[in-house]
Nanobody, 124 residues
Framework: VQLQASGGGLVQPGDSLRLSCTAS????????IGWFRQAPGKKRQGVSI????????YYLESVKGRFTIAKHNANDTLYLQMNNLKPEDTAVYYC??????????????????WGQGTLVTVSS
């Protein structure tokens, strides 16, 4: 299983970006999948997670109403639509999968499969 994240970039406050994560070989072999981020000098934090079985979603409080997670099974791609971006959203964003149901959605610990990060910079 391989996860490949893309879509980051430099944007201005208020702009939008859509991150993509292609999940080669994942198909239905996962419990949850989602996005995490880590800003310089800060701990990694869960941004948005979606559970495969019932589609339950989690959003970090600070991104609620601005970010939307979606998993398209037809092309095994996970998306994170980010609107009204703020400077505090600046971070490296990672997609990750929890294949056995042991993952911590807040910290990302026990998520067993990670993609490489994509940098999002929000600055005027």
């Amino acid at each position: 299983v391989q996860l490949q994240a893309s879509g980051g970039g430099l944007v201005q406050p208020g702009d939008s970006l859509r991150l993509s994560c292609t999940a080669s070989g994942l198909t239905s072999d996962y419990y949850a999948i989602g996005w995490f981020r880590q800003a310089p000098g800060k701990k990694r934090q869960g941004v948005s997670i979606i559970r495969r079985g019932d589609g339950h979603t989690y959003y970090l409080e600070s991104v609620k109403g601005r970010f939307t997670i979606a998993k398209h099974n037809a092309n095994d791609t996970l998306y994170l639509q980010m609107n009204n971006l703020k400077p505090e959203d600046t971070a490296v964003y990672y997609c990750a999968a929890d294949r056995i149901g042991a993952g911590n959605w807040i910290t990302g610990s026990q998520f067993d499969t990670w993609g490489q990060g994509t940098l999002v910079t929000v600055s005027s």
